[in-house]
């Protein structure tokens, strides 16, 4: 099944997979942005996979080489910025419940913008800032793209560990 990719699945073996046709076009158009959306379901789901059972593998950036994404550490920053917005407000009304004051409890709105700003910083502004400093400083020649896409797949295994901290148990809030 596909999320929208026309891709040759380059999730399935880094090795065979087609060369994609870089777009050349217009900074500011989307057509120049759709290559860094074509992936599917199943590219996807193997780079997460891969990211969150061989982190230090070494070879993600093969797995991405021909087709990196921007799509997977999108969506990825995305769950995080949810859960983590809902799992503290969550806890913290867990936390009022349990001292009895549940009507002084409020939604803090403010933890869902201050959780995008850490992890979409985190996620697209770190890479350009590895970027400029291995093209300037290191004379290593390597893609904005699959800079993104490493960091970006990398979050993933805070996914199951920002919905296990939601869990109302002190100690098991302090091992996650």
């Known amino acids: 099944g596909g999320s929208g990719g026309v891709g040759g699945g380059a999730g399935a073996d880094p090795n ?6 870089k777009s050349t076009g217009w900074i500011f158009s989307a057509m120049y942005y759709q290559q860094y959306f074509d992936v599917d379901t199943d590219d996807v789901l193997s780079r997460i996979q891969y990211a969150v059972t061989r982190p230090t593998g070494g070879g993600f950036a093969a ?88 960091y970006g797949y990398g979050l993933s295994v805070y996914v199951p560990v920002s919905v296990l901290c939601i869990i109302p148990v002190d100690w098991m809030r302090w091992i996650f």
Do not use: E, H, Q
């Not at 065979?16 to 046709?21: Q, V, Y």
């Not at 850490?118 to 400029?132: D, H, N, Q, S, T």
């Open 16 to 21: 065979n997979a087609p060369a994609k046709k």
């Open 63 to 150: 797995l991405c080489n021909n087709n990196p994404d921007i799509y997977g550490p999108f969506w990825i920053c995305a769950t995080l910025i949810f859960l983590d917005a809902m799992g503290g407000n969550y806890a913290l009304y867990l936390s009022k419940a349990r001292s009895g004051g549940t009507n002084d409890w409020t939604f803090d709105v403010t933890k869902v913008s201050i959780s995008a700003a850490i992890f979409y910083v985190y996620v697209f502004l770190v890479p350009v800032g590895i970027y400029f400093m291995l093209r300037c400083f290191a004379g290593v020649n390597t893609s904005l793209a699959n800079l993104i896409c490493l």
